[in-house]
């Protein structure tokens, strides 16, 4: 009788050792297609893989990068700020670039700037300027175009705009048309307090009729 339990719990050992060893055996055969996959494709990517470690950075890449370390770019910003009689003035642009070194100084593209509103509101254009944030100071460059008072408008190719004194100037030539007529001149001089526009140098009058 002792003989027959010895057997049942040899039976019993053996069958709880062989379930264990089944599950070891399933897993091996799951594990093992999927390995042989992992290196398939590794084997499969790796011309790829090696030339994306060891293809050098353009000259392009890098100059990318000093101007991410250097630089921030600002899309379509718009800065505000007053005049000394505390008139609002507005600059938008479509593209801002400010370097970290002088970040009073913002370079601008395509901008557009309003001094003053209502009746006496001058409207600013150009291609491209540089605005001093400290000094309240705008260089507009490449056609510059100043919608005035009265439907006037004035064109030049540079002029520096001070917010703070509300005057404008510009030592390239001016054209200024109005509803009486055209002047031209050498140079420019605009006082948004004073509502004046004085040419300086040579100067030519054309009258409407």
């Given amino acids: 009788m002792s003989s027959n339990r010895l057997q ?17 055996v399933r897993g091996v055969r799951l594990i093992f297609p999927i390995g042989i996959l992992s290196i398939i494709g590794v084997l499969i990517l790796w011309p790829t893989l090696q030339k994306i470690h060891t ?12 101007q991410a370390e250097t630089q921030n770019r600002l899309l379509q910003p718009t800065f505000n ?5 505390g008139r609002l003035v507005k600059i938008q642009a479509k593209e801002a670039i400010q370097n ?5 100084l913002v370079h601008l593209k395509t901008l557009n700037a309003q001094m003053d ?19 309240k100071i705008i260089t507009l460059q490449d056609n ?8 006037t408008i004035l064109t030049t190719q540079e002029l520096t705009a001070n917010i703070h004194t509300g005057v404008a100037t510009s030592t390239s030539p001016a054209t200024l048309e109005t509803q009486q007529g055209t002047i031209q001149g050498q140079s420019v001089t605009i006082d ?3 509502q004046t526009t ?6 030519k009058a054309v009258i409407n009729p």
């Fill in 55 to 66: 293809e050098p950075l353009t000259k392009q890449d890098l100059t990318a990068l000093r």
């Fill in 144 to 151: 510059v175009v100043i919608h005035g008072v009265d439907d």
């Fill in 198 to 203: 004085t040419f300086q140098g040579p100067a």
């Fill in 117 to 135: 509103e209502g009746k006496d509101a001058v409207q600013f254009e150009a291609n491209e300027g540089i605005y001093d944030q400290d000094k």
């Fill in 8 to 24: 049942d719990i040899e039976n019993t050992s053996v069958v709880n050792n062989v379930q264990p060893y089944s599950n070891f």
């Fill in 100 to 104: 970290k070194t002088s970040g009073h």
């Fill in 192 to 194: 948004q307090n004073a």
């Fill in 81 to 85: 700020t007053q005049d000394s009689k």
